[in-house]
Structures are given as C-alpha cells and as structure tokens.
C-alpha cells in the first residue's frame, strides 16, 4: 500500500498540487484534486510518449514541469494579490474537512487489504500500463499488434499513465501497485464530489455546515458502495464516474465562480480520459456547463429598432457561441487528442468494429431493461425533485446553489448517451449488458445520489433557518449571522461571471 | 389550509407545509444514503472476509510467479504465442508477457508457445513453456 500512496501522494499529487492552488486556491477540494490533476498530466505525457520517441517517465518529467511553469507565470501576471494559498475558509475548516473526508473513506479502502484484481484489470489495464511503462516503441507495437485487440487498445490513458508512473517509481516487481493506485485515484474523485457537497453549507451557521459536512461523508462511502468491488479492484469506473459526477456538481450545481469552473473542468478532463463512455459523458457536462456560464439570450420580437443594434447583437451572439464552443473543446481537448491519436494509428473501437445482426427494436428494449435493473434510485430521487421543486425552492435560492434542471439534464443526456452506445455498438446486446451494465450505470446512480444529498442539505439548512427564525424573531441564518451565501470552499459569492473565466 | 393562515407564533403563510417538505425531503434522502450505506458495508465485510483474502492472495501469488517465470524463462523480445484452453489464462497471459515477449494471435509467426498447467510451481500452475 506504501508504494501506490507514494504514488498518488508524492509522484501524481506533489505534480497537480501548484496548478491547481493557482486556479482552485488552497480549499480543501485542492487536496482530492491535486492528484487527478497529476494523473491528467501522466495521461498528456503517454499521449506525446505515443506521438515522439522516449520513455514514459522522461515526458511526464517535461509535462509536469510546462504546465508547473505555466502556473507559475499565470500567478505573476495575476499578481501577488491574488495568492495561491489565500484562502476563503479557515485552516481549522480545511482541515476537518479533509480529516473527515478521508477518514471516512478509509472504511470502503479497507477492502484493498484483500488483494482482488478484476477481469478488466488484467485483460486491459494491467496491459496498458505495462505497455506505456515500456516506453515509445513497446507501446506503438503493442496498440497495433492484433494479439491486443482484446484489450481495447483504444481505451484512453488516464489510468496505464497513474500504473506506470508507480512502476517507474517502484519496478513492475509487484503489478498489484498500480491496482491500489487505480483505487486512491478513485478515492480522490470521490473527495472531489464531497468537498463539493461539504461547501454548500460553507456559507451558512456552524450546524449548516456540519450537516453539510457530515452528508458529504456520507455521500463519500455511498459512492463506494454504488461502485461496489469496482472500487478496489482496479477498473476505472469509478474514477470517471466520480470525476464526471465532480464536473456536475461544481459545474452546474454549485453558485457560478472561476474556482468551481476550473474544478469542473479538471474533473471533466479527467473522466474523458479514463474511458470512452467517460468522454461522451464529460462532452454532455461541459456543453451543459458551457450553457449555464454563457447563458443563451434569445432575441425578442422586434427588439431592434436599429440595424446598428442588430449588428451590436448579432456579433455578441457570435462571440458568445465562440466561447461556448471554446469552454467545451478546450477541457475535452486532451480526451479528444487520445481519440485522434488512436484512429491515426488505425486502431478502431471494438464495440463499433462490426455490424449486428440484432435489431435496433431488440438492443433497445434489452437496454431499457438491463439498465433499469440498476437505476432503482429514480423513483426516490424523483419524489425527492417533485418536493423539493414544490416547496423548497426559496431554500435553494437562499443557499445558492443552481436550479436541478442543470442536474437532471447532464443526467438526461449522459444515460440517453450510455444507452445509444448499447443500441449502436455491435457486440452481442445481451453478453454486453451483463458484463458491462453495472459499471456503466455507476455514473448515473452516483449523481442521483449526489442529488439527494444535495436536497438533503437544503432541507436541513431550510430547518434550521426557520428555527433561527423563530428563536430570533425573524430573518434568515444568512441574514442572521450576517454571511450571504458564498460560493464552493468558502470561494466567491455567486454573482455576474468574470469574462475571463469562460 | 389551516397551515397558511398566520400562526400565534408569528409564522408566515405555508409554514407548517413548508416544515413538512423538508422533513420529507430529509427523511428520503437519509433513507436512500443510508441504504446504500449499509449496502457498502456488506459489500466491503464481503471483500475482507477470510476466505476471500486467502484466494485472492493466492490468485495473486500465481500471478507474479507466472510473471516472473516468463521473464525468466523466455528470451526478451521473443515471439510468443499463448495456447490455452481457459479465455480468461490467455488474456492473463498475454498481459503477463506484456513488455517482454511479444505475443502473436496465431501461432504461424511465434517462436515459442506458453501456456497454463496445472503444477506445483506457482501455487497450483505452472507456466508450460515450449519452443515452435
């Protein structure tokens, strides 16, 4: 275990940490992300590994020290009045949040004590990291060479780059090492999408922020649980999972502010290159996030009095659709460059490879049913919406977290995106669902759940806001304590969105 | 709609509705979370029972002793190709030689064969290997 906590730690962490202090600050997401941050970093450095010659750790070493002395220049041309390590909740906040955050997931990492490594684990992951860890030749031949096609050369490298990065560190001695650092990765997103939680209440009274606190850990061991063994045995569910999950709930949960933006699209970054399902699901947040940042003001009716006016409105409309355009690409471009790179070298997707004989008809009703197996949360989530809509929705304001329709839709458009890949793929629709349809419905289930942590914290928030109101006479806790409702982390207060940030 | 009527203690319209909501919301949300809580409990009780470390460390035994002796008894850079009956061996096998040997997926071009045996080296199997 010493060694893939060295890893995850030191190699991936220490990597990520002053990237992500410069734009995220030091909040108590920076510790969860940091180390994603360092893995995106290792997955750049196996995508020039594939492109140039020379060996994995050589490229992550020039990876992490362009993107170290990017920040580094960001930071100065920002100036020293905005410092890193300035923080907007207190060190005593940061570190109970992060103690209970990982104290709490110390219980579902226990099953690490047994060393179980999944059927994935050897057939694609395993392999992968030994490959990237042989360097550039050993990996080219490798994708191209046919014996592999049952590993899924294609698959992104998120995941190999964190392995192989251990074996650089550790030797390939022991292949357990790089399972356990595939589990602390998984354990990081899920800290992502609990800090997440946790800092709804950062803005309210001391009980708000505790039972926010106390639901973020819950919500922590729930994630381990909808992911089950996948969460220790080495595949990579669960990590894009998590990080996609992350991206909604920083990116169209939490009040609008550059911070939750960054993190949002660090946690996009990292599930697009976990795996392809991952990407699709990321494509789907970031357009959604794109449109919540940048909203859409259509036009009225007879509006423009002036066709100056028009051409004024016209060209803001352009360039608003050009940062959108840009806000979706940018965070998915590492994701879209593995694509690229794998198709360039002639290596299709398996599940597309060939026609099927089975009817559209057949593979989407087999869908509906083998995914609806597992999405036994919905109808509880949806009561819960249907209350939380009717009743609470002055609470939510109050709070200042975003409207559900933003969840719902990333939720919408991510499961009709699982489901169309099971309708268009080409393998056997029924073997597919059996062996896949319980991995590929952790994301959705986990974001329900998040969900419902998230109404959890409004309600209780809404309960303890009207007994303060009763016990003082009037007035909201916010009003009462006198804190608005400020942004993840202790970070900005939710209000018009810096041009710079999209 | 007794409840919207201004109460004796000063609340405003719809409180005692508004009350009702957030328990109910409360109540849903704890249930769900912690069903599944306890759902992962059992499934982590599961992993770390007794038997399930004794034949995942074996499993796992075997697998670094098979990784070892291809290493050891195969060339480096040798053409390989892995005859077994069991699917689940040959994608073992062909991950195990992964950066040493190169597998081939028919047996034309290999130099060598490997495969799975039941044995005695490596916990119960052993790694049978043949030159073509």
Redesign the interface.
Known sequence: MTPALVTVVLGLGLAGAFPTCVVVRCTPVVVFLAPLVGAVLAAVAVELELVLDGPFLLWFLVVVAAVNGGAFCLRRSVGGGRAPWGTGSSWKWFLVTVGVLVGVMVLPLAGLRTPLIGFDTNAIWLTHTLLVSGGHHTLLAGMQNPAYVTAHPDYPPLVPAAGALAFALFGTGTLRVAVEVTALLNACAVGVVGVGIASIGAGGRQAARTVALIVAAVLCLVGFAVAGDYAVNGYADLLWSAAAVGAVVWGLVLPRNRQALAVAWACAMVAGLTKNEGLLTSLVVLVLISLRYVPVRWPRPGGHTTTATADRTRRAEARGWVRRAVSVVGPALPGLIWVGLVRHDGISDAFFAKTTSESIALRARATTAGMAVHLAVVPVALVVLAIGCGYLRADRVRVGIATPAWLWAAWIGALAGIAGTYVLGSPEIHWWLQTSDDRTTIFPVFLLYADLAVWLVVATDGLLTATGRRSTGGGTAAGATGTTPAGPGGLDAEGPVPAATT | MADDRPTT???PPG?R???A??????C???????F??A???R??TA??SRP??VD??R??DQ??CI?RAIRSELPAGATVHVVTAVA?DR??L??LT??WA????TSAPASWTIGIVPGASCAGVSLDVRRT
């Open positions: 203690a000063g609340n409180h509705t508004a009350v909501a957030r328990v109910a919301v409360v849903l949300a704890a249930l769900a979370l912690g599944s809580v759902h992962g409990h499934a982590t992993e770390t399930s470390v995942w460390t499993f796992t697998e670094e990784y689940y994608l073992r062909i991950e992964t950066g190169e597998p081939t997926r």
